[in-house]
């Protein structure tokens, strides 16, 4: 059973626009989130972490809303740049700490 | 500062033959490291996790194995590859609690 999942495979983005990369959990336990960023043939680079105590954090072009009583977070990449093409991974983490759970990901494709 | 190193970069080998990738952590002491699995288009699974020298879980059986036989040293091997083995092997570790920082990866294809 999947804890964390993204249920778009891939997303397609005009450059300048907002790109919005949905994620669900079913795990109540979980508290702490993140995202991540991957080109091909690299490994996974952390982009930004929300925890359960906050609805919202944003670094730079890059925003996560949490909404935990529908146990969703979306990132938000404003204005999205052709160099944010990659796959996005959101990750979940339970009390326990240190254990990750990751989503299958979403390949964000941004055109020019 | 830290860094984690991975290699080889990239292996081919045969059905059947032994596995060694390594993983190594510079810039910190005794961290929890972590060995996880990119199939192609499919999301990142854990195989391994260690707490400390000697120190392995494993999350999915299979034909590989982990070991830790420095602090910060995390080596993934297997004695007979399998066609299924090939994919993208990422070691982490964890810098903060629930962070994980990742290395660049091993790109195995099993032929």
């Known amino acids: 059973d999947q804890q964390v999942k993204q249920n778009s495979p891939s997303l397609s983005v005009q450059e300048g626009r907002i790109s919005i990369l949905n994620c669900d959990y079913t795990n109540s336990m979980f508290d702490y989130f993140l995202w991540y960023k991957k080109y091909p043939a690299e490994g996974p680079t952390f982009l930004i972490s929300?925890?359960?105590?906050?609805d919202k954090n944003e670094d730079g072009r890059f925003t996560v809303f949490l909404n935990k009583s529908a146990k969703h977070l979306s990132l938000h990449i404003v204005p999205s740049q052709p160099g944010d093409s990659a796959v996005y991974f959101c990750a979940a983490s339970a009390d326990a700490g240190n254990m990750l759970t990751f989503g299958g990901g979403t390949r964000l494709m941004v055109k020019p | 500062s830290q860094t984690i190193h991975q290699w080889p970069a990239t292996l081919v080998q045969p059905v059947g033959s032994p596995l060694s990738l390594e993983c190594t952590v510079e810039g910190t002491s005794n961290p929890n490291l972590y060995w996880y699995r990119q199939a192609a288009g499919r999301g990142l699974q854990l195989l391994f996790y260690?707490?400390?020298?000697?120190?392995i879980s494993s999350e999915v059986p299979q034909n590989l194995s982990a070991s830790r036989p420095q602090d910060r040293q995390f080596i993934l091997s297997s004695k007979k590859l399998l066609l299924s083995d090939s994919g993208f092997y990422l070691c982490?570790?964890?810098?903060?609690?629930?962070?994980?920082?990742f290395g660049p990866g091993t790109r195995l294809t099993v032929l």
């Open positions: 260690s707490v400390g020298i000697g120190q």
């Open positions: 982490a570790w964890l810098k903060t609690r629930d962070t994980q920082y």
């Open positions: 929300i925890s359960s105590i906050k």
